[in-house]
């Protein structure tokens, strides 16, 4: 089916005839994105309230908006961990990069550490001294790490009680 649909779309639109694809092309259709946790806390809305949970497909175009908004545009990239305490399960951590020094800024914001491939989201956060508190925990992380905070201040931008 979807090599019928590629022989048929080599020539569309093309009145030369040249073939618009190669044999290196890929091609995949897409569906939607999916939810992260910020569909149960974020704004008005309580777990649940939306029918919908984190990992569920969005399909909903008014959610894509909003999935784009919080997952690719309130986001700070290039982030690095400075300082973890000795005990392996604690929580806290000391971040080099983020750009705000007010207290509970990033509160809810989904953290990605892309050297262990573990994400979580800030439980807490202390300007000052630039540290952060898991929500969980639990996860291999070190000095140097590279990490990403995605959906921050999510709730304070983003108006949805007409979604």
């Known amino acids: 089916m979807i090599s019928d649909r590629i022989k048929r779309s080599q020539y569309y639109g093309r009145?030369?005839?040249?073939?618009?694809?190669?044999?290196?092309?890929?091609?995949?259709l897409l569906k939607g994105r999916m939810f992260e946790r910020w569909i149960d806390t974020a704004g008005s809305r309580t777990s649940g309230s939306t029918?919908?949970?984190?990992?569920?497909?969005?399909?909903?175009?008014?959610?894509?908006?909003?999935?784009?908004?919080?997952?690719?545009?309130?986001?700070?990239?290039?982030?690095t961990i400075t300082t973890i305490p000795a005990d392996p399960f604690s929580l806290l951590l000391t971040v080099d990069g983020l750009k705000s020094s007010q207290d509970d800024y990033?509160?809810?914001?989904?953290?990605?550490?892309?050297?262990?491939?573990?994400k979580d989201y800030v439980a807490d956060y202390v300007g000052s001294i630039k540290r952060i508190t898991l929500g969980v925990g639990s996860h291999t992380m070190s000095i140097g790490d590279n990490i990403s905070l995605s959906n921050i201040q999510g709730n304070n931008r983003i108006n949805d009680i007409f979604f």
């Open 15 to 28: 009145p030369s005839k040249e073939p618009l694809l190669s044999q290196n092309n890929v091609y995949s």
């Open 51 to 79: 029918g919908y949970t984190a990992g569920n497909l969005i399909e909903t175009p008014i959610y894509i908006i909003e999935s784009l908004l919080r997952d690719e545009i309130y986001v700070e990239r290039d982030l």
């Open 106 to 118: 990033y509160n809810n914001a989904i953290i990605y550490n892309h050297t262990n491939q573990w």
